[in-house]
């Protein structure tokens, strides 16, 4: 299945479901000060999830560009992480819960009409002491107990380690969805339910939301991965010409397992994230986004240069993006 099917497909089954489809937000949201580029689908749902601000709807659905930099070393080393993703996500606010969430996740990976994934390649993690969440998986979704596991709020909370450790704002117990593989077990979807705004130091800094919320998030680039076969997300129909290209713009030739393998794949998440960024008008500078993006292209360059490059080469790459 392509990348544009398998998007095309998560935001219809969800309308379905009543979600109203939303565009992504920006990359680079100047209405939140917290954060300097958009990390999750969520972001733009903040004053649902709290309440303030008026519902045209109580279901949405989005696929959302984001930009995380926390694993920017594994980036290129690793096969499933990057900068910039795009992140697939169904939300609540006040309107279904958990039995759903976890319902239609499963359905929309394991039946005929929708991914159809092998159900019994599946396996989910839940928080601690979230018996219900356990006890739908087990009981409703009859997953076998040897494939469910609880774990701490490091793995099994959003954003990780809030309650102990912040940041502060709205957060939630989570459940992780992980499918098997050929090359290894890879996390596709976070389901967290949004149910607390965390406010200062434990204890009793987690208050119960004026409602119960679902935020989800599914990895298009790692989703697409497990369906197409491949060994890493940069081999999935709309990155692997990219990284081609980036091999082409730069005279070598793209081997996988070699360090020049590293850099290309590199190169092409890095220049991906610099034309988003650089379109909503974030020049490469001294501050805060625009010396996240500096650097980001500083890392592209370089990595260029080690491969004998002496010439600008990335912006030959903006235009190569595959349809
Ligand atoms: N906000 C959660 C995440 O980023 C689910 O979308 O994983």
Redesign the pocket.
Known sequence: MKSNELREKYLAFFETKGCTRRPSDVLVPRWDPSVLFT????NQFKDHFLGRCKLEFTRATTCQKCLRTGDIDNVGRTAYHHTFFE?L?NFSFGDYFKRDAIHWAWEFLTDKKWLALDPNRISATVYLDDDEAAGIWLNEIKLPPERLQRLGEDENF?PANAPSQGPDGVCGP?SEIYYQTEFGSVEIW?L?FTQFNRVGDPPHNLRPLPSRNI???MGLERTAAVLQGVDTNFHIDILRPLVEASGEVCHVRYEPESETGRRLRRIADHVRACTFAIHENVIPGPNKEKYVIKRLLRRAVLDGHQMGMREPFLHKLVARWPN
Do not use: F, I, Q, R
Request: hydrophobic share 40%; net charge negative; proline share 8%.
């Open positions: 990390p999750a689908g969520m992140m996500g959003w989570c976070n967290v935020d989800t998030g």
